[in-house]
């Protein structure tokens, strides 16, 4: 028992490590957009802020339901079926094209949405809309390359190689700085865009990255195979369907959190460009610090789905045991940086007083709910594994549009309980409504898991 503990450490690292450096240095990718938006204006700082409060639940709707393929190719890998994995793949790119032409619709819109917030009590600075909407309409153009990378990114780690990834979004972490100086900037006889240059430079970005996978996939000696398995359908509505009915939820529950963060943002953008500002730092800060969990939580769901393909229902078990206990170690640890280290972390962001000032108030929040969030993060990728996405649906529902947010408003923008705190009130929503999922998660994947063997492994082959 204990040689297996340690060897399923083992493999959580080695899947676990590259796929945490390609998330720090995609995480970072937005790190960097904020530090040298922070540092051209508040203006630009605070429209980047709203701009990616529209962007990420949008775009992480399509990841959510794409991310799916990771177990279910992990599972075909695992029960050595692996000429299935080039059509589920193919469907994939389906789904992407889909999604790319709904999204860019809803990016070029962007004004009506953030329009909706706006009032003529509570007017958003226009300026800062403007950026937001101008950086908007860039980005969108970069959503077909970033859904397609994902799928084969998808592919990839479904098949337990995760250092591919690493190595494409590291590179387009070197290509973004230089890129973003100069278009933010105005370097080498361009003119300087400002926040709107974080939009045009990450839709450059997500072509790069696009290519560089698709070149690798053709290429590795490694997935030769797949490769080379024979075309049967370009469009495998039976497959497509399995996709969507595995995935929807995953989307919906990506879109749930992130739309949180997204209503959020705009509820506090009449509060003016300091709260914005502040807010888009820690928001920031918290997005790196999830890197840590996502990678351990995406290492989990494929190597369950690897076991459970290889009907393994107890290591299986035992695996999502060992994830979560390793998520509550470093969850303690990263606390305890940001709370021992947080001025000179958001000194990196920004000079402005007022803006440092409100940023030391919610870093002390931030620090707080990583316990909750790490948990609930490695609970529900162990779900994806076993395939029991509706209920990660359901639980983020409740426990983010159902806790979180009504805490937060009240706390936040009424004199309900007390008088207002603005965005600190939203953030203690936000800890509330993370503590609830954590619950919930771990609770249905112990219920998950006491099913009869028969009943798990019939579900996971879906």
Known sequence: MKQHYKHEIKNLGKLAVPVLIAQVSQTAITFVDTIMAGHYSKTALSGVAIAVSIWLPTVLFGQGLL??????????????????????????????????????????HSDQIIGLRSSVDHPIDPEMM????????????????????????????????????????????????????????????????????????????????FGLIRFYTLTTASQRDIRETPLTKWVDFSVIKNIVVLGMPL?????????????????????????????????????????????????????VGFLLGNKKTSLAKQTAYISLAISLMIAVIVALVLVIFRTPIIHIFTDEVDVITICLQLIILLAIYQASDYLQVVASNV????????????????????????????????????QPIGAAGFWIGIILGLAVAAFLLIARMIYIQKQPKEVILNKSSR
Request: charged content about 10%.
């Open 383 to 418: 779900l994806r594994g076993y395939k029991d996405t509706k209920s990660i649906f359901y639980i983020t529902l409740i426990s983010y549009w159902g806790v979180g947010l009504p805490v937060g408003y009240i706390l936040g923008l009424t004199d309900l309980i007390m």
């Open 251 to 303: 989307a919906l529950a990506y879109f749930f959190e992130m739309s949180l963060f997204a209503v959020i943002a705009l509820l506090i953008a009449p509060l003016g460009q300091v709260t914005v500002a502040a807010h888009q730092i820690i928001f920031t800060i918290s997005s790196l610090t999830f890197a840590i969990p996502l990678s351990l939580g995406v290492a989990s769901s494929i190597r």
């Open 130 to 209: 403007d950026v937001a909407v101008k950086f908007l309409r860039a980005i969108m153009w970069g959503v077909p390359a970033f859904l397609l990378f994902l799928v084969y990114r998808n592919q990839c780690e479904g098949l337990s190689n995760t250092k591919p990834a690493m190595v494409i979004i590291f590179i387009a972490l070197l290509a973004n700085i230089p890129i973003n100086y100069v278009l933010i900037y105005g370097k080498l006889g361009l003119p300087a865009f400002g926040g709107v240059g974080c939009g045009i430079t990450a839709a450059i970005i997500f072509w790069l990255m």
């Open 67 to 108: 991310t799916v393929l990771t177990p279910i190719i992990a599972n075909l890998n695992g029960a050595a079926k692996r000429d299935q994995v080039a059509n589920h793949t193919r469907q994939g790119v389906v789904i992407a094209l889909f999604l790319s032409v709904l999204i860019m619709l809803i990016l070029y």
